[in-house]
DNA sequence: TTATTGATCAAACGTTTGTTTGATGTATGA
DNA sequence: TCATACATCAAACAAACGTTTGATCAATAA
């Protein structure tokens, strides 16, 4: 009979096992699945090496399981910016708005964002099954807000050109914190100047959009 | 067995050489360095393992060697965007240019461009001394030249967006190749392809510096 | 010729890697 | 109380790592 006991009252399990996953989210994202070793890992959460085996089977079960961290990867009320009734530049704004989202929150939830863009540089394994749940909704989610203000029902090239710099500018200054901060601190300082950084960036992708449509529009009355 | 000429039996040594980096960039670029053994370089290579030691001392030699590979990282005429003549978009067109152009090189030059990126990444090392003096000349002449168009004679945060945001475009395009080219392989498959992606976004960009102009000009009217 | 030099090789080096083992301590349930 | 299940540990494991060794072969210079 070993039927899973409630183990609840007792706490020194489950409090290994997160101090294991949040020492390897930090490693894993700071220097990488590859440089980081389980002994790390370990010395860093204060186990005993055979603890991560013992809870994630090994390390690549540990990997995933940081990756799909559940309480950190969710994130409920998303793509809103979607919404029909917003005029543009404001849809834009809070598409960056939610994209900057993670680096106001706490350390963990950018180091899980930063483990999932490094799998852009480097895709192996994981990637396939699971970045492609996550970018190309939120490219087809972009490319659908701009088709409907450019009043296409297609998305061309230019189109997806357009859709590229949008959400390109979004990603590199993920990706490009570090550099960033090195160079113009100021603009990742606190809350207040992401909600700037967004509401620029916001101003710059709607200017791009509008730009487009005045060209289509151009062409359009030229060609008919 | 066709008649082996006088050098034939023995390889020239530099022949060698060339093979081992050749092989090492790829590798390099393709899984980072971590992931990548000598003994996988020396096998892709053709050659023996100890090679790699007798050529480059050991395998951050080998890295260093191909991280800075002369003939590859040197860029000639570079900056020319910067160019005073030249009108706002057809500068922005030709740094996109000029930023691509790896992209249409070979295989090489372009494993080279992403060595240096995933520096960003995992700051180790090279990056402080190498990248540092890549990205801030860019960053630099970026600025110059919006500073110009708008009449500013010092760079804002507003100003400082801008240039992140020009660059991050161009970064993104570079970084995201594989993505790209699984989603919307059309948008980089040969070099008029390039090209007109490159004439887009100068356009995108020159469109956005237009928008902060007419905001910077409608404030200082309100203002005076 | 002989000596020397440089390129190449298989083999082994010592470490570090991820993982497994078996023992030990400890709280829980009967 | 005893017995079971669980968590933790030091130690050992095989495999892979980067690196070194010493011999071998080919070509050059004396």
């Known amino acids: 009979m070993t039927s899973p006991p409630q183990t609840a009252s007792r706490t020194d399990g489950a409090e290994a096992r997160q101090k294991i996953l949040l020492c390897a989210l930090k ?8 440089k980081t070793s389980v002994r790390q890992i370990a010395q860093a959460a204060q186990v005993n090496v055979s603890a991560i085996s013992y809870y994630f089977t090994d390390k690549a079960g540990l990997y995933r399981t940081v990756f799909s961290w559940p309480s950190l990867v969710a994130r409920p009320c998303e793509y809103g910016f979607t919404a029909p009734e917003l005029p543009l530049e ?8 939610e994209f900057f989202q993670p680096l106001k929150m706490g350390e963990a939830v950018q180091d899980v964002m930063k483990l999932r863009y490094r799998e852009m540089l480097e895709p192996t394994g994981i990637w396939e099954e699971e970045i492609e749940n996550e970018i ?7 490319t659908e807000l701009i088709c409907r203000h450019l009043d296409a029902r297609e998305a061309d090239d230019a189109i997806q050109s357009l859709v590229l710099a949008c959400i390109g500018m979004a990603v590199h200054l993920f990706m490009g914190q570090n550099i960033i901060r090195t160079m113009t601190p100021q603009l990742l300082k606190d809350h207040a100047a992401l909600d700037r950084m967004a509401a620029r960036y916001g101003r710059y992708a709607s200017a791009m959009v509008l730009d487009e449509k005045i060209r289509r529009t151009g062409i359009q009355e030229t060609s008919a």
């Open 27 to 34: 490693l894993f994202a700071e220097k990488g699945y590859a």
């Open 90 to 97: 404001a849809a834009l704004q809070q598409f960056y708005m």
């Open 136 to 142: 190309k909704p939120h490219h087809a989610a972009m």
